[in-house]
């Protein structure tokens, strides 16, 4: 399988990639990791007539710290998220997490950007993202702008991206104190798309639950916080019962599309399975019970 | 369609191809350059029998464009071999019985070469999840895993001799 022919493109800096896609429009593609983009190609499901691939951009690579802030550049491979030493110290559920998608090989080549930019419910940066409160910076024509990953996913493949914009940075707060994090994704086999995922981030004080962040992947037209399922256990001593309460809570938002990975009422039910476990080992990384 | 000059090292030797930017890194691999030994299974990334390694990563190059290999260091099967000598891994891969039908050998070998590198002394649990971007239909894997413990040992053995 052969792509269609398409123009291609090596911009060396942002500005010269936003200058492509201001000229092209509609007719042009990004390209990062090209793991969801070229099969896609391939099927002719997509067919951009430009490709500008941003690859050769190094100041979207890399994480680093900068005035308390985790930022991450759009083209960290999911390879890199996972050996970052400052990630595992002050926000660990971003590389345990990366270690469940796609496989080695795919890891080395994928990025966090393009991840979120493609805008699957399938992909497993979008729930991250929302659990953890991430800012994105998207730079176009003119400049940079802020927002937030609770207003970035719109619908499935469609997100608050321009066609002219790129995204350029993901901006993370590190891990507050006495807080734990998880992410639980159930999948058929290595290199699948999760049947159902769920993020949990729960800050304790003493024994009660300070705040809490969950987020729900491949359970509706995009990722999605489970808001309901959190206030469940705000201000409250968590315990099995409000867990299986939050994951009720949870559920009643999840409108998975079927597919050979199940129906929906078994995908919601795995849904709610998620979140039960992703809940339990975010009390249990931040010291809980 | 414009052809695009690339130039990029292969196998230690300077390579200068012209391509369409539509062509894959293992069409040009296979097609032009004429090494066959990077095989096209599944065409979508997933199989890793096209696992090649580019720029000291491993990458499936059914999944990569041509030109997106300019300036790059690329090495496949065909570059593990020196003056005759079978690698440490394709011997192991031959002493073990690690393969059956042998079609996904060369991305198991071209996998196997760099997670080596990337871990040398690993578990056998570290080998799975190291070398789960590629399918055997054949063997089940258990001797495979064998293969890489086995090239482990070997290749650690060479390290441990050069050091004296």
Redesign the interface.
């Known amino acids: 399988?052969?792509?269609?022919?398409?123009?291609?493109h090596?911009p060396g800096s942002v500005a010269d990639a936003i200058a492509l896609l201001s000229q092209y429009g509609d007719a042009a593609k990004i390209?990062a990791g090209?793991?969801s983009l070229?099969?896609m190609m391939?099927l002719r499901f997509a067919e951009p007539e430009h490709?500008v691939?941003i690859?050769n951009i190094d100041s979207l690579k890399g994480i680093r710290e900068e005035d308390g802030e985790i930022v991450i550049g759009s083209m960290t491979s999911e390879?890199a998220l996972i050996t970052s030493t400052l990630l595992q110290e002050k926000c660990p559920m971003l590389p345990e997490a990366a270690?469940m998608i796609?496989?080695?090989?795919?890891r080395?080549?994928g990025t966090i950007g393009g991840d979120i930019s493609h805008g699957d419910p399938g992909n497993d940066h979008p729930a991250l993202m929302l659990a953890l409160d991430a800012t994105f910076t998207l730079v176009g024509p003119n400049g940079a702008r802020q927002i937030a990953a609770a207003d970035f996913f719109l619908g499935t493949f469609f997100t608050a991206l321009e066609a002219d914009e790129i995204l350029t940075e993901i901006r993370i707060a590190p891990q507050a104190a006495n807080t734990g994090a998880s992410y639980q994704k159930l999948k058929r086999k290595?290199?699948d798309y999760a049947t159902a995922a769920a993020a949990a981030v729960i800050t304790l004080s003493g024994d009660t639950c300070q705040s809490a962040a969950i987020a729900l992947t491949n359970l509706g037209a995009t990722a999605m916080r489970a808001s309901a399922a959190e206030a469940v256990l705000v201000g409250q001593v968590i315990d099995e019962d409000l867990i299986k309460q939050a994951a009720t809570k949870a559920m009643e938002i999840c409108e998975p599309a079927e597919d050979l990975r199940g129906d929906a009422e078994y995908k919601t039910h795995m849904g709610g399975e998620m979140t039960r476990r992703a809940i339990r080992a975010a009390i249990k990384n931040a010291g809980g019970n | 369609m414009a052809k695009t000059q690339v130039s990029f090292n292969l196998n230690g030797q300077d390579v200068d191809v012209l391509v369409e930017a539509r062509e894959l890194l293992i069409h040009v691999l296979r097609e032009q350059l004429q090494l066959t030994g990077s095989h096209i299974g599944c065409e979508t990334s997933h199989c890793g029998a096209c696992t090649v390694d580019v720029n000291g990563q491993s990458i499936k190059s059914c999944t990569m464009l041509a030109v997106q290999a300019q300036g790059a260091t690329v090495m496949t099967v065909e570059g593990l071999a020196a003056g005759g000598e079978l690698h440490p891994l394709q011997q192991a891969f031959m002493d073990e019985h690690g393969l059956q039908c042998g079609f996904c050998t060369p991305g198991m070998l071209m996998r196997g070469y760099r997670f080596l590198q990337e871990n040398p002394n690993p578990s056998e649990e570290e080998i799975r999840s190291g070398m789960a971007g590629n399918l055997c239909r054949c063997t089940g894997y258990q001797n495979i895993i064998k293969s890489i413990q086995t090239a482990a040992a070997a290749l650690n053995a060479n390290t441990g001799s050069q050091a004296e």
């Open positions: 399988m052969i792509p269609p022919s398409f123009e291609y090596a390209l090209g793991h070229l099969p391939k490709l691939d690859n390879s270690k796609a496989d080695p090989q795919v080395n080549r290595t290199g």
